[in-house]
């Protein structure tokens, strides 16, 4: 018999390097839910959007992902919880001005620091800021304050693909497709 060695990582210690797995999970499922309209699209590809195509997914310059008008942290007003993590948490909000709904995620400075995290938040943050693809959230603006990081998304709403797949346990192919 061969000698075999066991290792245990407990709960609070994934969740310390990693994060909870429901988040984990969460996130990854997110970058799949994200469809802006069918014109929204064509008038991406009609104007030229991207500068350029690696693997499907379209690199923007990142004059291409800005607004025609900066949008103020001051401008949104919080009108609901969309989801709460370790952290910090997603709401839903509204531009005052033009009545735009975004999704805008708050990230715990703290934690970020405390679990060495920042360059993972960096990487994010400009992944997101140069990616155009129909399948990703698109990052319209960053903000931050004393205790938090902000970024405001591109609202997907119809509830969560990862609650979906734990009640059913495993897809069928059809259902994968």
Same mark, same amino acid.
């Given at each position: 018999?061969?000698?075999?060695?066991?290792?245990?990582?407990?709960?609070?210690?994934?969740?310390?390097?990693?994060?909870?797995?429901? %988040?984990?999970?969460?996130?990854?499922?997110?970058?799949?839910?994200? +469809?802006? *309209? @069918? &014109? =929204?699209? !064509? #008038?991406?590809? /009609? %104007?030229?959007?991207?500068?350029?195509?690696?693997?499907?997914?379209? +690199?923007? *310059? @990142? &004059? =291409?992902? !800005? #607004?025609?008008? /900066?949008?103020?942290?001051?401008?949104?007003?919080?009108?609901?919880?969309?989801?709460?993590?370790?952290?910090?948490?997603?709401?839903?909000?509204?531009?005052?001005?033009?009545?735009?709904?975004?999704?805008?995620?708050?990230?715990?400075?703290?934690?970020?620091?405390?679990?060495?995290?920042?360059?993972?938040?960096?990487?994010?943050?400009?992944?997101?800021?140069?990616?155009?693809?129909?399948?990703?959230?698109?990052?319209?603006?960053?903000?931050?304050?004393?205790?938090?990081?902000?970024?405001?998304?591109?609202?997907?709403?119809?509830?969560?693909?990862?609650?979906?797949?734990?009640?059913?346990?495993?897809?069928?192919?059809?259902?994968?497709?």
């Amino acid at each position: 018999m061969s000698n075999c060695t066991l290792l245990k990582l407990d709960r609070n210690a994934f969740s310390l390097l990693l994060g909870p797995l429901e %988040d984990i999970m969460k996130k990854k499922v997110e970058s799949y839910n994200a +469809v802006p *309209p @069918p &014109a =929204a699209q !064509a #008038a991406a590809v /009609a %104007d030229g959007d991207a500068a350029a195509s690696h693997d499907g997914i379209l +690199v923007a *310059p @990142p &004059a =291409a992902h !800005a #607004a025609t008008e /900066a949008i103020e942290f001051g401008d949104l007003k919080a009108v609901a919880t969309l989801g709460k993590g370790s952290f910090g948490h997603v709401q839903l909000v509204q531009h005052r001005k033009t009545g735009a709904t975004y999704a805008l995620k708050a990230v715990n400075k703290a934690q970020i620091v405390a679990t060495g995290q920042q360059s993972h938040v960096l990487s994010e943050k400009r992944v997101m800021a140069q990616l155009n693809h129909p399948f990703l959230v698109r990052l319209h603006e960053t903000y931050k304050d004393k205790d938090r990081l902000y970024f405001l998304l591109q609202v997907v709403q119809g509830g969560e693909l990862f609650s979906v797949l734990r009640e059913k346990t495993l897809f069928d192919e059809d259902t994968a497709r």
